[in-house]
């Protein structure tokens, strides 16, 4: 079956330092890979997409990710994190039966410290 | 466009009593995703719908749930009767077919 694993439940990092969010997931086929942000209170929001193309993918707020197939990873990055990427951050998978469904992991709660 | 919007934002009911939560998805996309987030069991996909023919409903908890989607802009999801244990936010998702989910702020929700 397939899953998506989020290594680290909790990242304390100092603001203006580097940071990785770790994802790996299990899949047969080729998949479509995502990385959502969830702020307090609020709902999900799509940082970030890997559909075919390019293994390094930016997004928003200085985000990027890259695609590796043969470690079967998708990694989030920021060079530079500030105090307003304090957040919840849930790396996704789409579903091998291409229906549409997406795998979460458990979610990574980014804690940037001043 | 508005974004996906769900009502109410909070819900504080009774054990025993009947919860609707409604969803309006983003006009034009023709699915539609119902999530329970918690903390114990994080964010949990509830049932979907494709062209509001529901598609897969085995993360619906039991049978006091119940989800609808009447037309392409309008779905609810009821648990009858609600139990402290439903307490969560739950979250309302729309795409295009095999897109980027888009979701909306959700409803939290505490059955007391």
């Known amino acids: 079956a397939q899953s998506v694993t989020q290594l680290d439940s909790q990242v304390p990092v100092f603001e203006e330092a580097p940071v990785e969010l770790r994802c790996n997931y299990s899949s047969s086929v080729s998949v479509y890979l995502f990385w959502y942000v969830q702020y307090p209170n609020q709902g999900l929001q799509l940082l970030l997409k890997?559909?075919?193309?390019?293994?390094l993918v930016k997004g928003i707020n200085g985000f990027e990710a890259e695609f590796n197939k043969s470690q079967t990873s998708f990694h989030l990055r920021k060079p530079s994190v500030h105090i307003s990427d304090t957040a919840e951050y849930f790396c996704a998978v789409s579903d091998e039966s291409n229906t549409g469904k997406l795998i979460f992991g458990q979610g990574t709660t980014l804690q940037v410290k001043p | 466009d508005a974004g996906v919007i769900q009502s109410p934002r909070h819900e504080v009911t009774e054990m025993g009593q009947e919860v609707t939560l409604r969803c309006k998805p983003i006009?034009?996309?023709?699915?539609l995703f119902w999530y329970r987030q918690t903390m114990m069991r994080g964010l949990e996909l509830l049932i979907y719908f494709n062209n509001n023919v529901p598609i897969d409903d085995s993360g619906m908890p039991e049978d006091r749930f119940s989800a609808k989607m009447p037309n392409a802009s309008f779905s609810t999801l009821k648990i009858q009767p609600s139990e402290p244990r439903d307490s969560a936010v739950y979250f309302c998702?729309?795409?295009?077919?095999?897109?980027?989910?888009?979701f909306g702020p959700g409803t939290r929700l505490l059955v007391l």
């Open positions: 890997y559909l075919s193309g390019s293994t």
């Open positions: 006009s034009g996309h023709n699915s």
């Open positions: 998702a729309s795409s295009f077919p095999q897109e980027t989910q888009y």
